[in-house]
């Protein structure tokens, strides 16, 4: 390295409001990649990232302006991939917040500026797509300028897709971005004489290399060839390869302090290398770690199974080598009697769980079952002290041992329209959810009542309750304008019961779910005529019935196949017909009290899918 000033930021911004454009440009005026080599979202290495058009993992990159090294770090704008954002955060001195002129502050734009915030990073208030005929670029910046409590001459404006405004940006990074902490340590030893510390921020896995691990360097240097050390796990390993982004790994000679970039550790075993620990020199090792990132809890479980049994040990491996790189994915293994052997996943949400599934079809080319979503319940026994975690119906204990149940809670908010807000405040209370505050963003009161006026909604709601299509509900209610993030507060207590299926007098232990009690009779009546729908009939009739303990709230019912055992008679009395319908009617019946029904793999999944 030349040892050129350093000044380390990120781009955070709400979901589709152009930070992956904005850093094409910045890519662009620095030089940093030729503009024939561009493409839209160049960061955004997979497919998937392209197909969607969103940005689901961080992007570093190494870029020079006037004489200055810049490392930025493009990040996620989805609520699902927040840690993704907080973990980039711990690794920069500032952040540009992105606004869409278009579409003002978002709820992820106020949850995004608190990260930033929390991690004492400086602020640079950015609006983007000004040159839109539709952009209202004066409301946006009074938004900014109540939310951030900053001057209007401090927002700039910017357009990621022209270029406008990007080389003031780049200059108000240098000036505003302070540089390394550790670059500008008034008193000796200077942090270049200080043993390595570097912080891993992210990391993958190279089949020839090994772990390849993303590093911020706070202390020291790392130099190719270096014996280095893992603080947390204790795993001992040589740099085979240090260098930088730009975007594209590039090797360097030596890593030094401020630097992002990355470390060839030639580990085979991912366990050994966790995203936030920290690595040290193996000869002179630092006293203490940087402080790494709180750990992350998942909010969503989901079974995964592989759909041909073989499949099992290929799909542990691929979640494994996901695990490396996207730390808020858990898992542990699980049997079904239904679907076979797989394995009990955490997620942050319903589109984390749905971009592992297409990861997991896509990397190790396996395709799965994922079955319906839950979260997870703390049960209190009347015989225990202790409570315990139950994240799958099958291990709730039986009622007569349950003192109380509890579920997670999240507080969110909502930032809408005001002419939606009455729609908005009655699903959230169909939800359950508890009313909070309502702010306005901009102007408030009488004065500044206009059509465009937004509300930010705060609502306290069981996790549960949002699953499956709140989001859906939301974005229906509001026509599209209103957008939600939340966060986890804890756990509160849940009226809740188990409900068990049973097909032909059976209980199918892969279909029994958790459910509200008063909520029971509309899910089992849901699930009885999925079934219904799905099972073949057979030679005798089935019931299927939804239990909740011993009663029965919802059944259906399969009519058998009526063979015409009648066919064959040409004539004869009426009494010989009697007897062979009352030999087909008494058949049935002992085929019902003793039959057995195999379930198909279309009525699992007709009542597991997520819908």
């Not at 978002?106 to 602020?123: K, M, S, V």
């Not at 991912?270 to 193996?282: E, M």
Request: glycine share 8%; proline share 5%.
């Amino acid at each position: 390295m030349d040892g050129a000033p350093i000044r380390n930021f990120c781009i955070i911004a709400h979901i589709d409001h152009g930070k992956s454009t904005l850093a094409d440009r910045m890519l662009e005026y620095t030089g940093t990649i030729a503009r024939r080599e561009l493409r839209e979202q160049t960061l955004d290495q997979m497919d998937l990232e392209r197909e969607r058009g969103i940005t689901i993992k961080l992007a570093p990159v190494r870029m020079r302006w006037r004489d200055h090294v810049l490392h930025l770090i493009d990040t996620p704008g989805h609520v699902d991939f927040t840690y993704e954002v907080s973990r980039s955060l711990a690794a920069v001195e500032g952040a540009i917040l992105l606004v869409d002129a278009t579409q003002g502050v978002q709820a992820q734009t106020i949850a995004n500026l608190y990260l930033a915030l929390g991690q004492d990073c400086t602020i640079i208030p950015v609006v983007n797509k000004v040159d839109l005929p539709n952009a209202d670029v004066d409301r946006t910046i009074q938004e900014l300028v109540a939310l951030l409590g900053c001057a209007p001459s401090a927002v700039l404006r910017v357009s990621g897709k022209t270029g406008q405004g990007v080389p003031e940006l780049l200059d108000a990074v240098l000036a505003r971005v302070p540089p390394p902490r550790a670059m500008t340590m008034p008193v000796a030893p200077r942090a270049s004489a200080l043993p390595l510390r570097a912080l891993i921020f992210d990391s993958i896995y190279d089949d020839y290399r090994g772990v390849v691990a993303y590093v911020r360097v706070m202390d020291g240097e790392a130099r190719r060839g270096d014996r280095l050390q893992l603080m947390a796990t204790r795993a001992a390993i040589e740099a085979l390869e240090v260098g930088t982004f730009s975007p594209k790994l590039v090797p360097v000679a030596e890593l030094t302090v401020g630097t992002i970039g990355y470390i060839v550790t030639g580990l085979k075993d991912i366990r050994l290398v966790r995203v936030g620990d920290t690595i040290t020199s193996a000869a002179r090792p630092a006293e203490q770690p940087v402080a790494g990132y709180a750990e992350v809890m998942p909010m969503v479980y989901a079974g995964v199974f592989p759909k041909r049994a073989d499949d099992t040990a290929a799909l542990r491996e691929g979640i494994e080598r996901l695990q490396l790189n996207d730390a808020a994915l858990t898992f542990e293994p699980e049997r079904s009697s239904a679907l076979g052997v797989g394995f009990r996943c955490g997620f942050l949400g319903l589109l984390h769980l749905d971009v592992v599934r297409e990861r997991i079809l896509r990397e190790a080319r396996i395709e799965t079952i994922i079955t319906v979503p839950s979260v997870a319940y703390v049960v209190y026994r009347t015989t225990a002290a202790q409570s315990i975690v139950i994240r799958a119906p099958q291990e709730l204990p039986d009622p007569s041992q349950i003192l109380r149940i509890e579920e997670p809670w999240v507080r969110m908010d909502i930032v809408t329209p005001e002419a939606f807000v009455g729609g908005l405040m009655q699903l959230c209370q169909e939800r359950r959810g508890v009313y909070q505050t309502t702010e306005y963003l901009g102007a408030s009161g009488a004065q500044g009542a206009t059509d465009g006026r937004r509300v930010i909604l705060q609502y306290e709601l069981p996790l549960a309750a949002i699953l499956v299509d709140f989001y859906d509900r939301l974005k229906s209610i509001s026509q599209g304008y209103a957008s939600m993030n939340y966060e986890r507060i804890g756990y509160r207590p849940a009226t809740v019961r188990r409900l068990d299926i049973l097909v032909a007098g059976e209980q199918v232990e892969a279909l029994s779910s958790i459910v509200y009690e008063d909520e029971a009779a509309v899910v089992g009546r849901r699930m009885t005529e999925r079934l219904r729908d799905s099972i073949p009939r057979q030679q005798f009739e089935i019931r299927i019935q939804a239990a909740l303990g011993g009663k029965v709230v919802a059944a259906e019912r399969i009519a058998p196949l009526r063979k015409d055992v009648l066919a064959k008679m040409s004539g004869g009395d009426v009494t010989r017909k009697m007897k062979l319908l009352q030999k087909q009617r008494k058949g049935k019946q002992q085929m019902r009290s003793g039959g057995h029904v195999d379930l198909p793999p279309e009525a699992y999944l007709a009542v597991l899918k997520r819908a």
